[in-house]
């Protein structure tokens, strides 16, 4: 069996030059692996996800945290090690960059490395972790981006690896219809002219194949004298917004987005910056505005009224590991009830986009009058349907209790049911007639089950989708066992063979 190594830079070269089809590969290999990890499917046979927490460590001579990241997986199994500037030496760092100090100790950038191994256990693989840590974040982030509807300005907070990847596949997937890139950072810092030099060093080829050649960069920092206008307008007018920081407060002042006419707009919030309890990225006014409902016979009902509509839960890559490190969700107060882990939405039908071919629409606007069959609400129940579980689905039930993951305790059943589409099973009427009824029945529930996927797949595509994310060693796992390959049949990197 052959053995890869891939250093950093022979990574970001093979990924700088993905095409869309390549890009789509890893994109689908991806989402195929996190809905396995959210909702447990799986072929007979074949090894089952596994997820362990990750170890961290603490360097007593730098100071800095290391984390031990393992998961397993059909493809293979593998472990990340990778080491980062602790969230008190990154606090220290950002006041005294704001108060114009030179830093005491220079922050270490995530580095280390992903170790790889097949199946049966025989070595695949090490590569470095940099890139890679930043490209599969971003990659997971692009399955929500996947799905909207109106993609033309972007803001993105933070000019590091993870603001690079997630504009640059954005760009990659969408650039025919992108306009302005909005970047926003607390000074210009020699790695915000870093990555606008990267973006402006493409190939006008390859800007041209992607669409985005007549794209507008632009960066922000507090230097500029209108900065708190000029933020409030970026937020505001942005389709998609990308939070790359390690920040310790929020990025912006959630009445930004809370106030009426900013709520007419739908938007795509992704926030992976923040990673540790005292972290946060996104006002809790936001988020606690993404879960408000109303109960209502045993209904959960989210109004949107002329407003884009809001879904009721905060999409999250990995419930227990958000409901741990999170910041902004552990200060919203939000438990399970609140979350829904993007396996679980990946699989929803795509509805057309209706992006650039409508002159009629301005993207900045919702028609929320077509989002649900109900009129002015979107309806998700939350109490379990009533309906008896035949033994086959208890067992499954039970051995579900078993793995270490929660998201089956969603509150959003209908989620639940809907994307993992489970079947339900149904009492026998003894009456002989019955089979008329029993098939208008399953007709009706047909309908309602399609009714209720276009109303999510909707949000998805033109509600406000709140996504954050704290990262997995599945993800590493199967973006570097693919990755792997795909070096190999382009030649990149040293491949042993008979390691």
């Not at 006008?204 to 507008?216: D, F, L, N």
């Given at each position: 069996m052959?053995?890869s190594i891939?250093?950093d830079?022979?990574i970001?070269?093979?990924?700088?030059?993905l095409?869309v089809?390549e890009?789509?590969?890893f994109?689908e290999n991806?989402?195929d692996?996190l809905?396995?990890?959210?909702?447990?499917?799986?072929?007979?046979?074949?090894a089952?996800?596994?997820?362990?927490e990750r170890?961290?460590v603490?360097s007593g001579?730098?100071?800095?945290?290391t984390?031990?990241?393992p998961?397993c997986s059909?493809?293979?199994?593998?472990?990340k090690?990778?080491?980062?500037?602790?969230?008190?030496?990154?606090?220290?760092?950002?006041?005294?960059e704001?108060?114009?100090q030179?830093?005491?100790?220079?922050?270490i950038?995530?580095?280390?490395?992903?170790?790889?191994f097949?199946?049966?256990g025989s070595p695949?693989?090490i590569?470095?972790?940099?890139?890679?840590?930043a490209f599969?974040t971003a990659?997971?982030?692009?399955?929500?981006?996947?799905?909207?509807?109106?993609?033309k300005?972007?803001t993105v907070?933070?000019?590091?690896e993870?603001?690079?990847?997630?504009?640059?596949l954005t760009l990659?997937?969408?650039g025919?219809?992108?306009k302005?890139v909005?970047v926003?950072?607390?000074?210009?810092?020699p790695?915000?002219?870093?990555m606008?030099?990267r973006?402006y060093?493409?190939?006008?080829?390859?800007k041209a194949r992607?669409?985005?050649?007549e794209?507008?960069f632009g960066?922000l920092?507090?230097s500029?004298?209108?900065?708190?206008r000029?933020l409030?307008?970026?937020v505001?007018?942005?389709?998609?917004?990308?939070?790359?920081?390690?920040s310790?407060?929020?990025?912006?002042d959630g009445?930004?987005?809370?106030e009426?006419?900013?709520?007419?707009?739908?938007?795509?919030?992704v926030?992976?910056g923040?990673?540790?309890?005292q972290?946060?990225e996104?006002p809790?006014?936001?988020i606690?505005?993404a879960?408000?409902i109303?109960?209502?016979?045993?209904?959960r009902?989210?109004?949107?009224?002329?407003h884009?509509v809001e879904g009721?839960?905060v999409?999250?890559?990995t419930?227990?590991g958000a409901?741990?490190e999170a910041?902004?969700?552990?200060?919203?107060?939000?438990g399970p009830?609140?979350?829904?882990?993007?396996g679980?939405l990946v699989?929803?039908?795509?509805?057309?986009?209706?992006?650039?071919?409508?002159s009629s629409?301005?993207?900045?606007?919702?028609d929320?009058?077509?989002?649900s069959a109900s009129?002015s609400t979107?309806?998700?129940?939350?109490?379990?349907?009533?309906e008896?579980?035949?033994?086959s689905?208890?067992k499954e039930s039970s051995?579900k209790?078993?793995?270490p993951?929660h998201s089956?305790?969603?509150?959003?059943q209908?989620?639940?049911?809907?994307v993992?589409?489970?079947?339900r099973s149904?009492?026998?009427?003894?009456n002989p007639?019955?089979?008329d009824?029993d098939?208008?029945q399953?007709?009706k529930?047909?309908?309602?089950k399609?009714?209720?996927e276009?109303?999510?797949a909707r949000?998805?595509?033109k509600?406000n989708?709140?996504?954050?994310?704290?990262?997995l060693?599945?993800?590493?796992?199967t973006v570097?066992m693919q990755?792997?390959?795909?070096a190999e049949q382009?030649?990149?990197?040293n491949?042993?063979p008979?390691f």
């Amino acid at each position: 069996m052959t053995f890869s190594i891939l250093t950093d830079d022979e990574i970001r070269s093979l990924l700088d030059n993905l095409t869309v089809d390549e890009l789509e590969s890893f994109r689908e290999n991806l989402r195929d692996a996190l809905h396995e990890y959210s909702t447990g499917a799986h072929t007979p046979g074949q090894a089952l996800i596994h997820q362990p927490e990750r170890t961290v460590v603490r360097s007593g001579v730098t100071g800095a945290t290391t984390l031990f990241m393992p998961s397993c997986s059909p493809a293979g199994h593998g472990v990340k090690v990778i080491t980062l500037s602790s969230a008190e030496q990154i606090v220290k760092s950002t006041q005294e960059e704001e108060a114009g100090q030179d830093a005491s100790n220079p922050l270490i950038r995530p580095t280390g490395a992903i170790t790889l191994f097949n199946p049966n256990g025989s070595p695949r693989g090490i590569i470095h972790a940099s890139t890679v840590t930043a490209f599969r974040t971003a990659l997971a982030s692009l399955c929500l981006v996947h799905k909207r509807d109106h993609v033309k300005t972007i803001t993105v907070f933070g000019c590091g690896e993870q603001a690079y990847w997630h504009v640059r596949l954005t760009l990659l997937l969408r650039g025919s219809t992108i306009k302005h890139v909005n970047v926003i950072n607390r000074r210009f810092s020699p790695s915000c002219g870093a990555m606008l030099r990267r973006f402006y060093g493409v190939s006008p080829a390859t800007k041209a194949r992607e669409g985005w050649t007549e794209t507008q960069f632009g960066v922000l920092t507090p230097s500029y004298g209108e900065y708190e206008r000029l933020l409030r307008d970026q937020v505001r007018s942005a389709d998609v917004i990308f939070c790359c920081t390690p920040s310790t407060a929020p990025l912006f002042d959630g009445n930004i987005l809370t106030e009426r006419d900013a709520r007419r707009k739908g938007r795509l919030i992704v926030a992976i910056g923040s990673y540790t309890p005292q972290m946060r990225e996104v006002p809790v006014e936001l988020i606690q505005q993404a879960i408000k409902i109303h109960d209502h016979a045993g209904k959960r009902i989210i109004y949107h009224h002329k407003h884009a509509v809001e879904g009721g839960v905060v999409v999250v890559d990995t419930l227990d590991g958000a409901l741990k490190e999170a910041g902004e969700l552990i200060e919203a107060g939000l438990g399970p009830r609140h979350l829904v882990e993007l396996g679980e939405l990946v699989m929803l039908h795509r509805i057309k986009l209706s992006e650039s071919g409508d002159s009629s629409r301005n993207s900045t606007d919702v028609d929320t009058d077509s989002l649900s069959a109900s009129a002015s609400t979107l309806t998700i129940n939350s109490a379990p349907t009533e309906e008896k579980n035949s033994s086959s689905s208890s067992k499954e039930s039970s051995e579900k209790e078993k793995r270490p993951r929660h998201s089956r305790h969603l509150s959003v059943q209908s989620i639940q049911n809907l994307v993992r589409g489970a079947s339900r099973s149904r009492s026998r009427s003894r009456n002989p007639d019955s089979a008329d009824a029993d098939y208008e029945q399953r007709k009706k529930e047909k309908k309602k089950k399609k009714e209720k996927e276009d109303e999510l797949a909707r949000w998805l595509q033109k509600g406000n989708v709140i996504y954050k994310s704290v990262g997995l060693g599945l993800m590493d796992l199967t973006v570097g066992m693919q990755l792997v390959d795909f070096a190999e049949q382009k030649g990149v990197g040293n491949h042993i063979p008979a390691f």
